[in-house]
């Protein structure tokens, strides 16, 4: 099972681009990389989805390198609301396979 | 798409008693759910695995005879907290993966127990 790690924290402002970077290094073949948002008593919420390269849709990128083992979620031109916990999560897409979070990465964005 | 619904969103009981749990994939199948428990200010704390017509697998230190969970069809989970206490007042939240489209594991808004 691949474990994950995160910064526990980081601070930007309003209108900057966020790069929020994950460290894999266990990760298996059939894995996928997947990134969620949470806000305080709700339930992730999914942001993007990759196996390799780039993923990009109209909330965030992913950038994935070429031996996987790490993985960065680019939220472009952050707002006040966009203030939550950020984490990844390595897994198969498949039946088998637990689904086990780390620490994930609190984002305060300012004013 | 890909929307997973849980109920009660929240709930209160009295000590001793039993509170049960739905978890619903609303517009796609899961043939594999998870439950997960939340403290204040950390992170999801994967408690079991459950595949449908099978049962549940269970993380270590969680009580299967506590913590009862039902995979009974594609699109339905249950978590049923037996003789609940106040300890067992947390943030519980179910996920259900994707068997096909769209792809991916999707989680539930989470429900609130409270026990008194």
């Known amino acids: 099972l691949a474990k994950t790690t995160q910064p526990i924290s980081m601070d930007s402002y309003e209108g900057q681009e966020v790069n929020i970077t994950c460290s894999h290094n266990?990760?298996?073949?059939?894995?996928?990389i997947t990134w969620y948002q949470q806000f305080p008593s709700q339930g992730p919420r999914f942001i993007i989805q990759?196996?390799?390269t780039k993923v990009t849709n109209e909330v965030a990128s992913l950038f994935i390198p070429a031996d996987r083992k790490s993985s960065t979620l680019s939220l472009p031109r952050v707002s006040l609301s966009d203030t939550a916990v950020y984490y990844c999560?390595?897994?198969?897409?498949?039946?088998?396979?637990?689904?086990?979070f780390g620490d994930g990465t609190t984002l305060t964005v300012k004013p | 798409g890909a929307v997973v619904s849980q109920h009660p969103s929240w709930v209160i009981c009295k000590s001793g008693t039993s509170v049960k749990i739905e978890c619903r994939s609303l517009?796609?199948?899961?043939?594999?759910m998870f439950w997960y428990r939340q403290f204040p200010k950390q992170s999801l704390m994967l408690m079991a695995t459950?595949?449908?017509?099978?049962?549940?697998?269970?993380e270590q230190g969680v009580e299967k005879d506590k913590f009862l969970i039902n995979h009974a069809s594609l699109t339905l989970s249950t978590l049923t907290v037996t003789s609940a206490h106040p300890e067992d007042s947390s943030f519980y939240i179910c996920?259900?993966?994707?068997?096909?489209?769209?792809?991916?594991?999707?989680f539930g808004p989470g429900t609130r127990l409270t026990v008194l």
């Open positions: 996920s259900a993966r994707s068997a096909g489209t769209p792809k991916g594991q999707f």
């Open positions: 459950s595949n449908e017509g099978s049962k549940a697998t269970y």
């Open positions: 999560l390595v897994g198969g897409n498949t039946n088998a396979g637990k689904s086990t």
């Open positions: 990759g196996y390799k």
């Open positions: 266990n990760i298996a073949t059939n894995d996928y």
């Open positions: 517009d796609f199948q899961a043939t594999t």
